[in-house]
């Protein structure tokens, strides 16, 4: 599904993934670990299509096509999704609001008439019990006065209703305390089919206790050192990222 | 992009002649020294005639009514008795004294520092003084006044890379009983140049009449200047205190302005930001009682990107007093990523006292961030409540209140003795 | 800075031909262009006024010929020549209709045209409308039902007739003549507008509205409009504008006054939408707008404006509270694209006691336009226990409009707390993305954000004014309709 061959990109005049390779099947979960300022972040910015960043060489395929060249709104139609680390507040914007106009514009995008109101009410209804978000927090505005685990509830939420085929998780778990997590945790769980992807970004293993990955990858100084599977994970946890760094000479 | 002009309506007839016989009045008797002033003294002479004298539809005068200046005390008279007078105890600094427009030599003790000149411009021989900071003598009558009538003024210029070790002290007595005095202060630090300059002025029992000081400086890149200015007046005498502050990159200007007593005072900074990463932090602490009018009037020019300032100024205006707040902040068409802030609070206790803010944004860039804000109240009865029940008396609990809320504005003097001098003397200010 | 797609936003924007650009061919009834005693002698015979109105005229014309036009720094314009204008324009039908077909087919079509079908309105919100063409009132519905109640809503040359007695006690009562250059124009040669009389108790059970159009080339439009609420009553009314495209400049010059005695409510919403100029800002209409409104004890006025037309705007709808317990209102969201101007804003003056005044606005500047908020709260000595809180922001859409913020704060008594905050600053790149990211194109997210900054305010209109309110504003900033 997701084919990024030999990405090099930079903010100004820094380059910060210098290099990197990585290839995701259908229905796969892959965790991107690395250490900060390895270009994580950057990563997930670049495949969104964040302004601010150049690639400067390299190439990303998203289900057979160029996805480089699409612009950022293109690639959410096509089924990209980022769940922000840090979500922006839009005051005065409603959370029904925001997800209809997104739900349209995906709907537009592969013929289909704007959603009707009682089915849109139906699957927000839907989705919040999947993720436990509560009925109150729907109508505010879009992440206003939210708490941190509420606004990476809303993100998950937000996923569930676009369903998208490739879902980026941007360090969901950073400020959540371990109930948030789980239940933050479940809805993504909830959400794993043969169809949809996850790249699950995280700095700490915890997140994966919950998310079960089927490939581990560590990211480091711009580039995919190593990859193994979930026991990987665990011996970062245990060993630190410093071994590593010596093995590859980094 | 040229800063905005701002509108300015001719004066009433009346008005316009009665400001210029009185100019007239106090112009005379100009020495010498000001042909020091050069290019800065033919342009405000041109402005003298052009300009509208200042009236109440003129936006920047709208709250400071004039009439007492131009009907007050005229031309130099003989001056009082020779008072010694300690502006700041305790202030180790160098110091240049002017009693009534006059150098006191006696009593001033002057740096004598590699690197360093700092002289009275009476015993000033060399070229011509630039004027710094933004002309308001070519936009203002009343600043215009200045350059053509100033009859002397400190001279310092610090070559790049000298700290003054210590403070300077800019330290003016007016004692006589019908004097209009007017000086001119300028400053230049080189780049990476640093100096805390203290500009006091005291009015002497029975003195009265006109005294303007004018404060213009350069601060090169990367150089400090911290001013920390007092008008100790009376009732009789009307002070102006206005500077004009250019800050070139990385260069940082904090002006703090405390009025102690007087009953006409107007202050005026004027900022402009010339160099990224410029700051300018301007604050004003003021305690107007019955029969005092303390206005104070700002003005901050973004003129480039990647510059920051910030603005505090609070008031406690007690009955029969007057305090004004006119903060303008100016940011060009090219003055991106401008941050700047902007608060003015002002406590009324007791009756029959006017507070008149107008906090003004003037914006031309986009990528900014720029807010203001502006409270008007009385001393939270909880808090009054709280000391009385702790055994305070009421008059000494809000005393103590209002000492607070004003010393949240005095955050960056220069020298800790000046912020003392001044609670003190704000704590012994009889405001019933 | 920009970011991108924004120039190609916003030539879509400046290309957008506006929507209700025509004018109506019907013979107009013109008095020669020029301004003199004469001309308001014809005025008021045409008009088929009482002495006592003629006279009340001329005082006002002669105080006008003693004063001198305003100047303002942030607004620049090309003075109108009021010896250039023709002060009165009536489209020729007859003198009084009783329904609708009576009403000369083309000025129906024109009706149909601005959406406001009188059909359509009957039926779906029972909204009376008085529609006012070119100085002259042409139809009116819901007389009779208003009737029952006691309710007066008629056009104000049919009030100076039926209702003199109302008329001579609060006209000029709450804008006098001298008021300014502007009011005492239009007290000279005001030819039409509405008049609202609500009776004590009386709660109006429908919104009242007015539409207006400037349709000859060179005729000012001077409306008057006279809102009295008696004890206890309530009313909300609507106003809202259309104009045509023209070459030269159009002057409106209109006087709103509101009186709400005891214990009454008077909510005014405006939503302008007049022509604005092409992109040089060319022919746009320039509105000079005097409204004022006086509480009486516990009255509540509250004036709710989305304006997002007019090549110079220069209005500022106040509240004087001057019984005790009075409240006043202000939300406005004002929108100035390509080449227009605006100086607008509230006074609030706190005379009675324990007053309270809400202000929040929202400018949004685009374009090459300036925007500016100048608002004066003013607390006399009288009023003890006054409360203001005001919001003032800005939103910059471009990096060549400009955002201004004028508030003047005078405060004369101790117990008062006033509070005012300000922020101006650009749609963030984060809010941007964020949209952008969950599918949504920039046209549509910038909207969305945009209508999310402006909700308070648009929260005050009635419902069927918001709809349309919105429309409005997305149209204003974005080129294409939703």
Same mark, same amino acid.
């Given at each position: ?7 090099? *990109? ?56 160029? /996805? ?14 980022? *769940? ?114 996850? /790249? ?7 997140? /994966? ?42 | ?98 009693? $009534? ?38 936009? +203002? ?18 070559? +790049? ?139 901050? +020019? ?63 860039? $986009? $990528? ?11 001393? +939270? ?52 | ?62 105080? =006008? ?6 100047? =303002? ?46 059909? !359509? ?192 705007? =220069? ?152 709809? !349309? ?14």
């Amino acid at each position: 599904m997701l084919h990024i061959d030999s990405l090099h *990109a930079s903010v100004g005049d820094t380059p910060i993934l210098k290099g990197l390779t990585l290839h995701v099947a259908p229905g796969e979960v892959h965790a991107i670990m690395g250490p900060n300022g390895s270009g994580k972040s950057t990563l997930a910015a670049v495949l969104a299509g964040r302004e601010g960043y150049e690639v400067t060489s390299g190439s990303v395929t998203f289900e057979g096509d160029d /996805l480089l060249e699409r612009d950022a709104t293109e690639r959410a139609r096509a089924g990209v999704f980022l *769940a922000f680390q840090y979500p922006v507040e839009i005051p005065g914007v409603s959370n029904m609001n925001f997800m209809k106009a997104a739900l349209n514009g995906k709907r537009e995008h592969i013929g289909l008439p704007p959603v009707g109101a009682t089915e849109f009410l139906k699957l927000v209804q839907e989705k919040s019990a999947l993720v436990g978000l509560d009925g109150k927090l729907r109508n505010r505005s879009v992440n206003e006065g939210f708490s941190g685990g509420e606004k990476k509830r809303n993100e998950i939420f937000q996923m569930a209703l676009l369903e998208p085929h490739l879902a980026i998780l941007d360090e969901t778990d950073s400020g959540l305390d371990i109930d948030a997590l789980r239940i933050v945790a479940e809805g993504v769980n909830a959400m794993r089919s043969p169809e949809r992807s996850f /790249l699950v970004i995280t700095h700490y293993q915890r997140l /994966l206790d919950y998310i079960v990955p089927d490939i581990v990858h560590v990211l480091m100084d711009g580039r995919i050192v190593r990859t193994g599977g979930k026991e990987l994970a665990l011996e970062l946890e245990e060993r630190g990222y410093d071994w590593i760094r010596e093995a590859e000479q980094v | 992009m040229e800063a905005p002009v701002m509108y300015a309506p001719p004066a009433p007839a009346a008005v316009q002649a009665a400001g210029l016989a009185w100019a007239e009045s106090v112009g005379a008797g100009a020495d010498a020294a000001q042909s020091v002033w050069g290019a800065a003294r033919s342009e405000a002479q041109e402005a003298l005639a052009v300009l509208p004298v200042p009236h109440r539809r003129l936006e920047r005068w709208k709250y400071t009514p004039v009439q007492s200046v131009f009907t007050g005390a005229k031309a130099d008279v003989a001056p009082g008795a020779n008072a010694e007078v300690e502006a700041v105890p305790g202030l180790d600094a160098y110091r240049l004294v002017w009693r $009534d427009g006059a150098f006191d030599a006696a009593a001033s003790n002057p740096p004598v520092v590699e690197g360093c000149v700092c002289v009275p411009v009476s015993r000033w021989s060399g070229e011509q003084v630039d004027a710094f900071g933004a002309p308001v003598h070519r936009t +203002d009558w009343m600043a215009a006044l200045n350059p053509v009538c100033a009859g002397d003024g400190a001279m310092v210029v610090l070559a +790049d890379g000298l700290k003054l070790d210590r403070p300077l002290l800019l330290h003016h007595i007016a004692t006589s009983a019908g004097s209009s005095t007017f000086l001119r202060h300028t400053v230049k630090l080189g780049a990476g140049a640093a100096v805390n300059v203290v500009v006091w002025t005291t009015a002497e029992g029975d003195a009265a009449g006109f005294h303007q000081v004018v404060t213009t400086a350069e601060v090169g890149p990367g150089a400090q200047l911290v001013v920390d200015k007092a008008v100790d007046g009376n009732a009789h005498l009307h002070v102006h205190a206005l500077e004009a502050v250019d800050v070139h990159a990385e260069g940082r200007a904090t002006l703090t302005t405390a009025v102690l007593q007087g009953g006409w005072v107007r202050c005026e900074p004027h900022v402009r930001l010339l160099g990224a990463g410029a700051h300018a932090t301007l604050n004003g602490i003021s305690l107007p009682g019955a029969n005092e009018r303390h206005d104070a009037y700002t003005t901050i +020019d973004h003129v480039v990107a990647d510059c920051t300032s910030s603005e505090t100024y609070r008031s406690a205006v007690h009955g029969g007093g007057v305090n004004t707040f006119n903060g303008k902040v100016f940011v060009r068409l090219d003055a991106q990523k401008t941050d700047a802030y902007q608060h003015n609070a002002n406590l009324l206790i007791g009756s029959g006292g006017t507070v008149n803010a107008k906090p003004e944004l003037e914006i031309y860039a $986009d $990528d900014v961030k720029c807010s203001h804000g502006c409270t008007v109240g009385a001393l +939270d009865e909880q808090a009054v409540f709280y000391f009385r029940s702790r055994g305070i008396a009421r008059t000494e609990a809000e005393a103590m209140l209002v000492q607070a809320f004003l010393a949240e504005a005095c955050g960056e003097v220069g020298a800790e003795e000046f912020r003392t001098e001044v609670e003190r003397r704000f704590a012994e200010k009889p405001v019933a | 800075m920009a970011y991108s797609g924004d120039d190609a936003l916003l030539e879509e924007v400046t290309g957008t031909p506006y929507a209700y650009g025509f004018t109506t061919d019907i013979a107009s009834d013109k008095v020669p262009p020029g301004l003199s005693e004469d001309t308001i002698r014809a005025i008021s015979a045409k008009k088929e006024e009482p002495e006592w109105m003629l006279e009340w005229r001329l005082a006002a014309y002669r105080a =006008w010929c003693a004063m001198e036009e305003p100047e =303002w720094p942030h607004l620049a314009y090309a003075r109108p020549d009021y010896q250039a204008i023709s002060y009165y324009a009536a489209p020729k039908q007859k003198k009084t209709l009783n329904s609708l077909d009576e009403v000369d087919p083309e000025l129906r079509k024109t009706m149909d045209k601005l959406g406001i079908s009188l059909e !359509e309105q009957k039926r779906l919100s029972g909204v009376a409308v008085d529609f006012v063409m070119d100085s002259v009132s042409v139809a009116t519905s819901f007389k009779e039902k208003l009737a029952e109640l006691g309710i007066i809503f008629c056009p104000m040359s049919e009030a100076v007739r039926e209702h003199p007695d109302l008329v001579r006690k609060y006209l000029g009562s709450v804008v006098p003549v001298r008021d300014n250059f502007f009011a005492a124009l239009n007290s000279a040669v005001f030819t039409d507008g509405s008049f609202c009389y609500i009776p004590s108790g009386v709660r109006c059970p429908m919104e009242l509205s007015t539409y207006f159009r400037i349709n000859e080339a060179g005729t000012g439009q001077f409306e008057r409009t006279l809102v009295i609420a008696d004890a206890g009553s309530y009313v909300s009314y609507l106003e809202g504008c259309t104009a045509p495209q023209r070459d030269e400049n159009q002057l409106h010059a209109a006087v709103v006054e509101l009186i709400a005695l005891d214990d009454a409510e008077i909510k005014y919403s405006t939503v302008q939408n007049w022509y604005p100029g092409d992109a040089e800002g060319k022919g746009g209409i320039f509105n000079f707008v005097t409204k004022r409104g006086i509480c009486h004890d516990r009255a509540k006025i509250s004036w709710t404006q989305v304006e997002t037309g007019s090549a110079v705007t =220069w209005k500022y709808p106040s509240c004087i509270l001057k019984g005790d317990d009075s409240v006043g209102a202000f939300y406005s969201v004002a929108v100035t694209n390509n080449a227009q101007q605006a100086d607008t804003g509230t006074k609030m003056v706190h005379i009675g006691r324990n007053t309270s005044s809400t202000i929040i606005s929202k400018g949004i500047s685009s374009g090459r336009s300036q925007n500016s908020y100048r608002g004066l709260v003013s607390i006399h000595p009288s009023a003890d226990n006054a409360r203001n809180f005001s919001q003032c922001d800005s939103l910059l859409m471009t990096s060549t409009s400009g955002a201004h913020t004028f508030p003047y704060v005078e405060v004369r008594n101790p117990t008062a707390r006033v509070e005012h905050e300000a922020t101006t600053s650009k749609i963030a790149e984060d809010q941007l993305f964020y949209c952008l990211q969950r599918g949504i194109d920039e046209e549509k997210a910038i909207s969305l954000i945009v209508n999310g900054y402006a909700n308070e305010v648009l929260n005050q209109l009635p419902m069927e004014f918001a709809v !349309e309110a919105r429309k409005l504003l997305a149209i204003s900033l974005e080129g294409s309709v939703g």
